[in-house]
């Protein structure tokens, strides 16, 4: 989205948005996308694609323009948005193996570990467990995507593997970190590149229901540095208890192991229409604590099927803004994504259990029906 072009819209539906910030490379066949919040995996949900958010160094990001330059604590990172799980593994095996912690002081010095691709410490990826989190506790997700979800439950049990399920922790307040870090120098930032572009604001970018003066109204302050520390060490606090959380699995997987993969939601929804793309909790929690994660394709929305569900109860307001904006016949054909989440540095296994999350969705030929 620019002043010259104008407003990008996704090619499934030209009243929705493509997500951002990467969207219009979701059109693309491979592509290189950075990433702090969503800017992956959003495009990739929205476009019916297969996307990576890495861990932190572990694809070399220098050189690369970042509007966050500056900001290391929720560092963005780079990955690969495309058709394929199978374009995923090429970049990221073929990237590691050049060595680029030889030419980026920030990259990983970790080479390609074929073993931890071929699962060999996971029992060879013949049983694995899988956690599926169902919902955030903050904005429950639409019908398409618990349909998805239990397309995946249904696929994974019979390739044999064992499927329980995934307790959120604290990701209300995860989200907030985030944006309390990453948005702690916006006000100054902004305002000191639109004035080298001499460009106005792309008022395309407001959000339904705000004003052109509301949405032109920048942050008054950015943030001072003791309370940017104190939301580093919240962060480092999230990190410490959701490790805890993980391993503590380790008595309800039947493996020996910790849970080996989450799966979860992408996004509330198959899509959203302009002006109303405003959530990404599903995303930016895990960037937090940068665990990689990686968009699986499962189907696309079915009006017949994905019928709205009758809800009394909601966990907040915004739960209930996203539960009435749903209506089956707008998002029909949408594609729906879903998510599968490693710990850091996992990037190998990541692929692999992707890679085995999709052959059993795309082999298991479920008839599900919610």
């Known amino acids: ?27 693309l066949v491979f592509e290189v996308v950075p990433s702090e919040g969503k800017s992956i995996r959003g495009p990739a949900a929205y476009a019916g694609l297969y996307g990576l958010r890495s861990s932190y160094g572990r694809l070399p990001f220098a050189g690369i323009d970042d509007a966050a330059d500056g900001q290391n604590s929720i560092k963005t990172v780079a990955g690969p948005l495309t058709t394929s799980i199978e374009g995923v593994k090429i970049l990221v095996k073929s990237v590691i193996q050049q060595q680029p912690w030889l030419k980026d002081p920030l990259a990983a010095r970790k080479p390609w570990n074929e073993e931890e691709y071929k699962l060999i410490d996971r029992n060879r990826g013949e049983r694995l467990c899988f956690a599926i989190m169902w919902n955030d506790e903050i904005t429950f997700p639409h019908p398409p995507i618990t349909r998805a979800l239990e397309m995946a439950k249904s ?16 990701h209300i307040e995860l989200s907030r970190c985030w944006d309390d870090i990453v948005y702690s120098g916006l006000a100054d930032e902004a305002k000191i590149d639109i004035e080298l572009s001499g460009e106005p604001l792309i008022e395309h970018m407001a959000l339904e229901g705000q004003t ?8 008054a302050e950015s943030k001072s540095a003791y309370e ?7 962060q480092r606090t999230l990190r410490e208890e959701y490790l805890q959380h993980w391993n503590e699995t380790v008595s309800s997987t039947g493996t020996g192991r910790a849970v080996d993969g989450i799966i979860a939601p992408v996004s509330h ?12 909790d599903y995303t930016d929690v895990w960037n937090v604590l940068d665990y990689p994660a990686l ?18 109860t909601f966990f ?10 749903y209506d089956p016949d707008v998002w029909n054909d949408a594609p729906i994504v879903i ?32």
């Open 1 to 27: 989205m620019n002043n010259l072009f104008g407003r990008t819209s996704s090619p499934f539906n030209r009243s929705f948005t493509p997500s951002g910030s990467s969207g219009g490379e979701g059109s």
């Open 155 to 170: 696929a994974l049990v019979k390739a044999g593997h064992r499927v329980i399920d995934w307790k959120p922790l604290k």
């Open 212 to 219: 052109p003066e509301s949405y032109r109204k920048l942050p």
């Open 228 to 234: 940017v520390w104190q939301a580093q060490k919240r």
């Open 269 to 280: 929804s198959a899509g959203m229409p302009h002006g109303k793309n405003y959530l990404y």
């Open 295 to 312: 968009t699986i394709p499962v189907g696309k929305v079915d009006s017949r099927v994905d019928k709205k569900v009758p809800r009394d």
């Open 316 to 325: 907040n307001s915004r739960d209930k803004k996203v539960y009435e904006a």
């Open 339 to 370: 998510q599968l989440v490693g710990r850091t540095l996992e990037e190998e296994a990541v692929v692999a259990m992707s890679e085995i999350v999709d052959a059993a969705l795309k082999s298991a030929a479920v008839d599900f029906k919610l």
